[in-house]
């Protein structure tokens, strides 16, 4: 059974830093595309962060978290990383991450493209 587990969602203030985690359970996360996704209340599902390839890797960023948020890889704990810092009200989501183990999607923050999702962390960013 396919499992992913997000964690490290929080209530953190305008500023501040969070680093959510993605681990993988009957997929492996070391290949393929390992994408984060955010939703805000009313808003449709945005592409964040993707992380694409094994041995050569690509990472991609939405415009409006570029030079905010990194994306990291720990293969032995099969667990993808999202720092984030300078965070924002506007970052204020449920934040998903989601896989398509064995694919390189070059429309990497299309969400249909993604095989499996974890169920959310929620990131609220507020004094």
């Known amino acids: 059974q396919v499992q992913l587990v997000e964690s490290g969602g929080d209530l953190v203030q305008p500023g501040g830093s969070l680093r959510l985690s993605c681990t993988g359970s009957g997929v492996t996360l070391d290949r393929g595309s390992v994408t984060w996704f955010r939703q805000a209340p009313g808003k449709e599902r945005e592409g964040v962060a993707g992380l694409l390839g094994q041995i050569s890797v690509s990472e991609y960023y939405a415009n409006s978290v570029k030079g905010r948020f990194t994306l990291s890889r720990d293969s032995a704990k099969n667990t993808v990383y999202l720092q984030m810092t300078s965070l924002k009200a506007e970052d204020t989501a449920v934040y998903y991450c989601?896989?398509?183990?064995?694919?390189?999607?070059?429309?990497?923050?299309?969400?249909?493209?993604?095989?499996?999702w974890g169920q959310g962390t929620q990131v609220t960013v507020s004094s």
């Open positions: 989601a896989a398509s183990p064995g694919h390189f999607l070059v429309n990497w923050d299309r969400a249909a493209l993604y095989d499996y």
